[in-house]
């Protein structure tokens, strides 16, 4: 079982420019939820997805998009970049119907300069 | 809405040393509670979690309470390791809802020397 896995590992933008991150769930899990990690701080929910329907979403800009696909395999938009996108960005899967474990990624590092 | 704070690191532990990181939680009904770790370079790993009031979680000689008359959920280990090194989330998921979001503590740094 190959767990949760993201790409890239790095990625290096300017400001203004789009990003896209990758994320394949662990197999035979169905939903996947997004989080930003800033450096020093907790990750913090971006959204989650569930039968490729955004499910819920927190406290971050429409600038911030994602998408599921039928193989339940996510992708992260970011537009716009701004400096303080800087982050690693930690995609979790899991099982949606009762109280699962979520099991991260190795992340992908974002810098935005 | 639900929060969770932590004690602020760096911790600084000689090898064999107790170890204590204190973690308190706001919260509406009965939230799980999680404790996770992340080595450097890598994603978080989950190391215990309890589900209702006077649980125990337990994992690698780590051990934490969900004590919901102090809303707290320390984590304590007897003797630690230069292994252990680390930085240690406590994080809660909230009681009910169609989801599981996790609500992330800002991280406790953990070091321990030989």
């Known amino acids: 079982d190959a767990g949760v896995t993201q790409s890239p590992t790095h990625l290096i933008k300017t400001r203004g420019q789009q990003v896209t991150l990758r994320c394949s769930p662990k197999?035979?899990?169905?939903?996947v939820s997004w989080y930003q990690q800033a450096l020093g701080q907790g990750p913090q929910f971006i959204f989650q997805y569930y039968e490729e329907e955004e499910r819920q979403r927190g406290n971050f800009p429409d600038r911030f998009s994602g998408h599921q696909f039928p193989n339940y395999s996510s992708e992260l938009n970011v537009n716009a970049l701004l400096l303080g996108d800087s982050a690693l960005y930690l995609c979790a899967s899991s099982l949606y119907r009762g109280l699962n474990e979520q099991f991260f990624g190795p992340g992908t590092r974002l810098t935005v300069l | 809405g639900d929060s969770v704070t932590q004690m602020e690191g760096p911790v600084t532990l000689s090898e064999e040393a107790f170890l204590t990181i204190n973690c308190t939680y706001t919260a509406t009904g009965y939230p799980s509670l999680f404790w996770y770790v992340q080595y450097p370079g890598e994603g978080l790993q989950l190391l215990l979690k309890a589900t209702k009031a006077d649980d125990k979680g337990s994992n690698k000689g780590f051990e934490a309470t969900y004590r919901k008359e102090t809303t707290s959920f320390h984590l304590e280990k007897g003797s630690v390791q230069v292994s252990d090194s680390a930085v240690y989330f406590c994080a809660l998921r909230g009681y009910g809802g169609a989801t599981n979001k996790l609500i992330f503590g800002t991280g406790t740094l953990l070091a321990v020397q030989p």
């Open positions: 197999s035979g899990h169905d939903t």
